[in-house]
C-alpha cells in the first residue's frame, strides 16, 4: 500500500457546493479539509479594510507577500484559516469582499504564495482541498481531481441562501446573479491559473445531487473499484 498523503482536488465554480461537498468527502475519509478560498478571501478582507485600489497589482502583491496566514488543525477535522493570529468571520463573505478578492487572486504573486502554503500544508498529512485550481496548478499530478458544476440559476439560489443565513440578504436575486456571472468571468479569464478543467477530471453535476450524493460520488471515486470474490482486479 502506498505510503503516499491522499490529495484530494475539489474544483469549481462559486454556488456548487464545493464547500459542503469537501467537508462531508473529508470527515468520510477522515482526512483534513481546507477551504482554500478562504485564504484569498483573508486577502481580500485586508485590502478592504486597508484601503487599497485592488487593481492596483503591486500593493496589493506587496501586502499578500507579508500577510499574517496561518493554517491551524481544528477538532472536528477543519483546518481554520488565521489571519494575524484571529479566526475569520462572516465579513469575509460579504459582497465587496467577494468582488475584491476575485480580482485580487488573479495576480501572479499573491497566488504563489498561496499555493506555497497549501502545498506545506498537504503534502505532510493529505487533505481534502478545494478552490478552482487545486488539480490544475496545486497538486497537478493528484489521481483523485473533481470538477462540481451546476446551472447558472441554482448556483445564485444557493448563493443568496449563504448570504441570508449570514444576515446579509439584502440583495435581489438579480444583482446576485450579476455577482456570480462576472466573478465566473473574471476567474475564467484570467492568465494566472484560470478556472478550468482537463481530461484527468471527474465531472460531478450537482445541480440535481443533494450534497450528501455528491459526497458518495467522490468517496466511491476516490475508494476504487472494490476487489473481486476471487481476489482479482
Known sequence: ???E???IAIDGPSGVGKSTVARGVARRLEL???ETGAMYRALGWK???EDVDPEAQV???AIAATLELELEDRADGSVEVLLEGQPLDADIRLPRVSEVTSVTSSYPAVRRRMVALQRHFAQERGAVMEGRDIGTRVFPDTPHKFFLTAPLEIRVQRRMAQLEQTGQGELSLAAIEVEVANRDKRDSQRQESPLTLDSTYTVVETGELTAEQAIEVIV???AGPSPSPDGGC
Do not use: D, H, R, T
Request: no cysteine.
Open 59 to 61: 500593493p496589493v502583491e
Open 32 to 34: 483534513p479539509y481546507l
Open 220 to 222: 466511491a471515486a476516490v
Open 5 to 7: 498523503p491522499i490529495i
Open 1 to 3: 500500500m502506498s505510503s
Open 47 to 49: 485590502i478592504v479594510q
